[in-house]
């Protein structure tokens, strides 16, 4: 069971998982044995909005860090999201297909997005962010955001 | 209070969400169901006359049974029909009708694009035969 960093800006509540590392845009990591699971942050799903579609690239496809391993259309905007990690899909959440909405309802759970075999996780670690840093940027954007209005 | 008089009908209640496309899908599919599909059947109730409490909506959600469309997840009018005593017969979300019409992406907020007036259309033929419906349970009821 994960456990969370959390923050309230303005009315919205964020939380941060802190068995994962995260990518600068905010697509969380997961270490399960030899592979890692991915998917979208809490504060970027609540950012994006109602998730309507969520293409993920299917198995068998490789990865590079950065390279786009999903795409979401929401109620607000079209998102292209990147790999966290390098290597090969090894599975793809099946709700992503039927019921994306997931991806809103359970961020850090039933709406992970796909599991991926890393080829070098050490490498790709080290260009993460720990859930401290990660929640530290994240409520500076939230916060950034709301002066914004 | 004397209740004002009103006729027996589906009340349709759809988002209020202004500057919202999904807001506009709701309302778009209002109108065709209320104007176009289905006028002797459907009655079109504002969601702000109900937030401002106006007795005449808010007798005719609470003696007619009620569709509502909701633009986001708040289901805003969803909740403001059932806080007004009002019975939902059907709620819908616009998000989960656009998940079954893909191809007609919504668009635009005070004037929608083609997509968002074919997907408000798609809406409203669906939601007319739920009208339908309880028109004829309705009617059933009546001659039970």
């Known amino acids: ?149 | 209070m004397t209740r004002p008089p009103h006729s027996s009908k589906v009340v349709i209640v759809p988002c209020s969400g202004i500057g919202k496309t999904y807001g506009t899908v709701s309302r778009e599919a209002a109108y065709d169901l209320t104007e176009d599909l289905r006028p002797e059947d459907t009655q079109l109730v504002a969601l702000s006359m109900l937030v401002l409490g106006d007795e005449s909506a808010r007798c005719a959600v609470a003696d007619n049974p009620a569709i509502t469309i909701d633009g986001c997840k708040l289901a805003c009018a969803s909740k403001m029909v059932k806080e007004s005593g009002g019975r939902v017969a059907q709620e819908i979300a616009v998000l989960d009708v656009y998940r079954r019409y893909k191809q007609f992406k919504p668009q635009g907020i005070a004037e929608l694009n083609e997509g968002g007036l074919q997907l408000a259309q798609a809406l409203a033929e669906e939601v007319a035969v739920t009208v339908d419906t309880l028109v004829s349970e309705n009617k059933g009821g009546r001659n039970a």
Not at chain 1, 4 to 9: K, W
Not at chain 1, 25 to 38: S, T
Not at chain 1, 76 to 85: A, F, G, H, M, Q
Request: glycine share 6%; hydrophobic share 40%; net charge negative.
């Open chain 1, 1 to 149: 069971m994960s456990e969370f960093l959390e923050t309230t800006v303005d009315k919205f509540t964020f939380k941060v998982a802190t068995d994962c590392l995260y990518n600068a845009e905010g697509i969380w990591a997961k270490a399960e044995g030899n592979r890692v699971r991915i998917g979208l942050s809490d504060f970027l799903q609540q950012h994006s909005g109602d998730v309507a579609f969520a293409e993920v690239k299917s198995i068998g496809n490789e990865v590079a860090y950065g390279d786009e391993i999903a795409a979401i259309e929401t109620i607000k905007v079209n998102i292209s999201l990147t790999s966290p990690v390098t290597g090969k899909v090894v599975e793809v959440n099946p709700a992503m297909s039927n019921a994306p909405e997931a991806i809103n309802q359970d961020p850090y759970g039933a709406g992970w997005l796909a599991v991926v075999e890393p080829i070098d996780w050490a490498a790709d670690k080290s260009r993460l962010l720990d859930p401290q840093a990660y929640f530290t940027k994240m409520k500076r954007e939230a916060e950034q955001e709301v002066k914004k209005g």
